[in-house]
């Protein structure tokens, strides 16, 4: 059986290459405008030290694999199709794993299936690293407005997460492509845990 739609849409594919053009992501958005040329679909593109890698409806995964290789100067590295485990107990483990690789698009996602089953302190999750992801995407005052939030629902929630620690993994982030951000969930994760 293959992966099921998410949404009424088609699977998302996740292609990674390898980032031999030592890419960062302030270059995200001309990778993007490059990668766009090339496909019919809207897609993301994420660029961290190691790789870069694209999100893609599966209905395009053979046309999205090419493009990346031939755009990153890269081997393919991996692809996968679908969303990331929904399993309960598993779901601070995946998305802990995602944030320690600098997954943070696939972290975001995780924190969505958290949201849906524990309310504000899951959103704040998906959040914090959609605003690590949008920083990968070359878009750090998108990312600080995100962390802002977060930061403001943590408030609300009684929860923690330090404003000023997630603006400095922004930027660390938009300057490199990758940053330690489990000291700064960390505490986030555990509160959510206890509530799955």
Same mark, same amino acid.
């Given at each position: 059986?293959?992966?099921?739609?998410? +949404?009424? +849409?088609?699977?998302? @594919? !996740?292609?990674?290459?390898?980032?031999?053009?030592?890419?960062?992501?302030?270059?995200?958005?001309? *990778?993007?405008?490059?990668?766009?040329?090339?496909?019919? #679909?809207?897609?993301?593109? +994420?660029?961290?030290?190691?790789? !870069?890698?694209?999100?893609? $409806?599966?209905?395009?995964?053979?046309? &999205?694999?090419?493009?990346?290789?031939?755009?990153?100067?890269?081997?393919?590295?991996?692809?996968?199709?679908?969303?990331?485990?929904?399993?309960?107990?598993?779901?601070?483990?995946? =998305?802990?794993? =995602?944030?320690?690789?600098?997954? $943070?698009?696939?972290?975001?996602?995780?924190?969505?299936?958290?949201?849906?089953?524990?309310?504000?302190?899951?959103? !704040?999750?998906?959040?914090?690293?959609? &605003?690590? &992801?949008?920083?990968?995407?070359? /878009?750090?005052? /998108?990312?600080?407005?995100?962390?802002?939030?977060?930061? &403001?629902?943590?408030?609300? @929630?009684?929860?923690? *997460?330090?404003?000023?620690?997630?603006?400095?993994?922004?930027?660390?982030? =938009?300057?490199?492509?990758?940053?330690?951000?489990?000291?700064? *969930? *960390?505490?986030?994760?555990?509160?959510? #845990?206890?509530?799955?």
């Amino acid at each position: 059986m293959g992966p099921v739609a998410h +949404h009424g +849409h088609p699977p998302v @594919a !996740i292609v990674y290459a390898g980032n031999r053009l030592g890419a960062l992501p302030p270059q995200a958005p001309h *990778l993007r405008r490059m990668l766009r040329e090339r496909l019919r #679909r809207p897609l993301n593109v +994420h660029v961290s030290a190691r790789w !870069i890698s694209l999100k893609a $409806f599966s209905t395009g995964l053979a046309e &999205a694999k090419k493009a990346l290789v031939e755009v990153a100067g890269g081997e393919l590295l991996h692809y996968r199709l679908g969303e990331p485990p929904s399993c309960e107990p598993r779901l601070p483990e995946a =998305y802990m794993g =995602y944030v320690a690789a600098n997954m $943070f698009w696939e972290a975001h996602t995780v924190g969505e299936a958290m949201w849906r089953r524990v309310g504000l302190p899951g959103r !704040i999750l998906a959040v914090a690293a959609g &605003a690590l &992801a949008r920083a990968q995407e070359g /878009a750090p005052e /998108a990312a600080v407005a995100m962390v802002r939030k977060a930061a &403001a629902w943590a408030t609300e @929630a009684r929860v923690a *997460l330090d404003a000023e620690q997630g603006e400095s993994l922004v930027e660390e982030v =938009y300057a490199r492509g990758w940053a330690d951000a489990r000291p700064w *969930l *960390l505490p986030l994760v555990e509160a959510v #845990r206890a509530l799955l």
